[in-house]
Structure formats: C-alpha cells, structure tokens
C-alpha cells in the first residue's frame, strides 16, 4: 500500500509489553521479575506484541502466558522505552504497565506450568534489582517505580531518560 502511494515502506517495528507488579514484603516494596533465558538475568513479565494486536490485548495475553496471572486489562502506562534496532531484531517500543494488584503473595517464587519457559518467577527489592537486572531493564524498573509515585509516565531510550541523553 505505501509503495502504491509512492512511499517507502514504513520499518519494521517490535512493541514489547511489560508488568510493574509490586507487593510489599515485611517494610520493603518489591516487584516480580522473571528470568531471562537461563536465570542469569532478570526482567519484568511480559513479551512482544502479535502483529495487529493492541499493545493492551497484548499485555493481558503475555501476563497470563507467562505468570498464569488472570490480568485486568491496563489503565496505566508507566514507561515508554523506545529500543534501537540492533538490541533487537528490530527497532521498537517497550511500553511498562502498571500490573494491577492483587498479586498473589509468594515471598520468593510465584510458580509457573512446568512445561512452559520460564518456570520460576521471584520478587525482589528495587535495590536488588540493581544487581539481578542487566543496566537498560534495571532503569526501566527504576523508572517505571518513579513514574507510578510521581503519576508522570517516562519516556526512555533504552533505559535512558531522553532529558539525560541531551542534558
């Protein structure tokens, strides 16, 4: 259709979608992280959009694939991150939602269907997210907790705030 109208086709774009899941344990705010590939790293739950499916649909169908989770479907945005191509197949957007609660309470482990990746999803403190997550979800995570006290959603590239980038 582009090229019809005489334009280039537009590029390919990934939209990835994202759970901020939280649960106070003991005095600490905590937030659920699922593994990535093997465990060695951690992220929140979520995956990428189908093509032609809204990014809310999209998050409803990826929490409850992943986490067994029976989301609502979300009214909150919290982080726009806007991904280069070359991290990813393609270039994209991963947009954070705020997970709606209740979460059911596990301190460690919320469990998952054996015969589906990954298995094991645990809650850990935004402080230790700092250590289990790799730097760009780490700062999405610290985002995404910034933007649900404050109200205003942030927007990142990749998991840099824009206003750091051209300060």
Same mark, same amino acid.
């Given at each position: 259709?582009?090229?019809?109208?005489?334009?280039?086709?537009?590029? @390919?774009? %990934?939209?990835?979608?994202?759970?901020?899941?939280? %649960?106070?344990?003991? !005095?600490?705010?905590?937030?659920?992280?699922?593994?990535?590939?093997?465990?060695?790293?951690?992220?929140?739950?979520?995956? !990428?959009?189908? =093509? #032609?499916?809204?990014?809310?649909?999209?998050?409803?169908?990826?929490?409850?694939?992943?986490?067994?989770?029976?989301? +609502?479907?979300?009214?909150?945005? $919290?982080?726009? !991150?806007?991904?280069? @191509?070359?991290?990813?197949?393609?270039?994209?957007?991963?947009?954070?939602? *705020?997970?709606? #609660?209740?979460?059911?309470?596990?301190?460690?482990?919320?469990?998952?269907?054996? #015969?589906?990746?990954?298995?094991?999803?645990?809650?850990? +403190? $935004? *402080?230790?997210? #700092?250590?289990?997550?790799?730097?760009?979800?780490? !700062? @999405?995570?610290? =985002?995404?907790?910034?933007?649900?006290?404050?109200? @205003? +959603?942030?927007?990142?590239?990749?998991?840099?705030?824009? +206003?750091? %980038?051209? =300060?």
């Amino acid at each position: 259709m582009y090229v019809e109208l005489g334009r280039p086709e537009p590029p @390919r774009r %990934r939209t990835g979608v994202a759970g901020f899941f939280t %649960r106070r344990i003991g !005095d600490e705010l905590n937030v659920l992280l699922m593994p990535v590939g093997t465990g060695a790293t951690w992220q929140l739950p979520g995956g !990428d959009a189908q =093509s #032609d499916e809204f990014i809310h649909e999209a998050y409803v169908r990826e929490i409850a694939e992943r986490t067994g989770l029976t989301p +609502t479907p979300p009214e909150e945005i $919290l982080v726009v !991150d806007h991904v280069p @191509r070359g991290v990813t197949e393609a270039e994209g957007l991963d947009v954070v939602f *705020k997970g709606a #609660d209740p979460v059911p309470y596990h301190a460690d482990l919320v469990p998952y269907h054996p #015969d589906t990746e990954p298995t094991a999803y645990r809650w850990a +403190t $935004l *402080k230790e997210t #700092d250590t289990l997550c790799l730097g760009p979800e780490r !700062d @999405r995570i610290h =985002s995404a907790h910034e933007a649900w006290l404050t109200g @205003r +959603t942030a927007y990142l590239v990749w998991g840099e705030r824009v +206003t750091a %980038r051209h =300060s």
